[in-house]
């Protein structure tokens, strides 16, 4: 890990000299930072709708179920014979 660490920021960390900082700079490395970043928040939007699509896709199903339901009910009421066979 020290030596990962050290190849990205340095052998010594001073940010100006050795690694990545060197290469990028202080601007650069900024921009680094904001592109992961924007790049994770892509992911968790990306996660949440499909949460949310899956909450859809389940409300439908359950109206609709709902709804066939209620049919079905109401088929039954209205084939109801009250006439006496005696």
């Known amino acids: 890990m020290e030596g990962l660490m050290s190849t990205l920021f340095g052998k010594t960390f001073d940010f100006g000299k050795d690694g990545i900082m060197g290469m990028l700079g202080n601007e650069g490395m900024a921009n680094l930072i904001k592109g992961i970043g924007t790049g994770v928040n892509a992911f968790q939007t990306n996660d ?26 109401q088929d039954a009421l209205n084939n109801l014979d009250f006439t006496a066979t005696a």
């Open 48 to 73: 949440l709708m499909n949460f949310q699509k899956g909450l859809a896709t389940k409300a439908d199903d359950r109206t609709q179920s709902l709804f066939d339901r209620d049919n079905r009910e």
